[in-house]
């Protein structure tokens, strides 16, 4: 398998022109992103998924010329913090990162839940207290990570971390760690790396936490609001044209409602999305 090193793809295939919003010294804005399939991800060498292609269709709608690179999530987090003219994204946002960034979308989210396997009779999850009795994974500095914290879960002892996205999906399907974290979205991925599919998971508790303001290109605070608005005004567009559905129905399957019809947590396997027209 190729090295997750760095890659650079420009939004979309064909020439994009200058643009009335020009970016900072005429040169492309620098987006950066991890592999978090289905919103994006590598697939035959080439960056695809559900939130590349709203962003990339942003730009040139906006006609603004953008460079991706596909990083691990820290450095990806780090260059948009630090670096002028540059984003982040599928980035989740909430009230500590607000001023962090400047900020267009929503992108594409669902809510998020924890999972156990169905073999695991033994879990019994009745609210965010019991999540301190069982052990989950996620990326080292996902949001999650702060989310965590705040449900008083320790790292090394109820969660642990790893490097990239979704990469403790090994450790669970081997009983190594109780819980998983994910979407109705992001699930089947998830799942189908280790051989799983949401038929073999059984939703425990759905995270309702009111400080995650949903996915989002995060740009440097620096970002020209000539730029930010360009883009947000891109996005608006394509949220009430129908684009938002059309590229999500690219990537997503609807599921078996055998697998989800009889659940109290339906919207941790039905495929769902939070994005509707107007939404920001």
């Not at 929503?106 to 396997?117: D, K, M």
């Not at 009430?240 to 609807?254: F, G, H, L």
């Amino acid at each position: 398998m190729m090295q997750m090193a760095r890659y650079i793809v420009t939004a979309m295939t064909g020439v994009l022109f200058a643009s009335q919003a020009a970016n900072a010294h005429n040169t492309p804005l620098q987006l950066f992103t991890e592999s978090f399939p289905p919103y994006n991800f590598l697939q035959e060498e080439q960056l695809t998924g559900i939130n590349y292609e709203i962003v990339a269709t942003a730009c040139e709608l906006a006609e603004i010329e953008c460079d991706f690179n596909l990083v691990h999530w820290n450095r990806a987090y780090t260059a948009a913090l630090s670096q002028e003219n540059t984003g982040v994204f599928t980035t989740a946002r909430y009230p500590k990162r607000e001023a962090l960034f400047r900020w267009a979308g929503p992108l594409v989210f669902s809510n998020a839940c924890f999972y156990r396997l169905k073999s695991r009779t033994d879990i019994i999850v009745n609210g965010e207290q019991d999540l301190l009795n069982y052990t989950v994974g996620i990326a080292r500095g996902d949001i999650y990570q702060d989310v965590l914290n705040d449900l008083g879960m320790t790292e090394g002892e109820e969660y642990l971390t790893f490097s990239n996205k979704h990469e403790d999906s090994e450790m669970f399907a081997h009983n190594k760690l109780d819980l998983m974290i994910g979407s109705s979205l992001t699930l089947a991925y998830q799942l189908k790396r280790v051989g799983l599919t949401p038929a073999d998971v059984v939703p425990v508790l759905e995270l309702n936490d009111d400080a995650l303001g949903g996915n989002h290109l995060a740009l440097h605070k620096s970002t020209d609001l000539t730029i930010v608005n360009a883009l947000q005004s891109a996005m608006d567009r394509m949220l009430q044209d129908n684009t938002y559905a059309e590229i999500v129905a690219r990537y997503v399957t609807p599921p078996d409602a055998s697998v989800w019809a009889d659940s109290p947590l339906k919207r941790c396997l039905n495929g769902s999305t939070n994005i509707t027209p107007g939404t920001n």
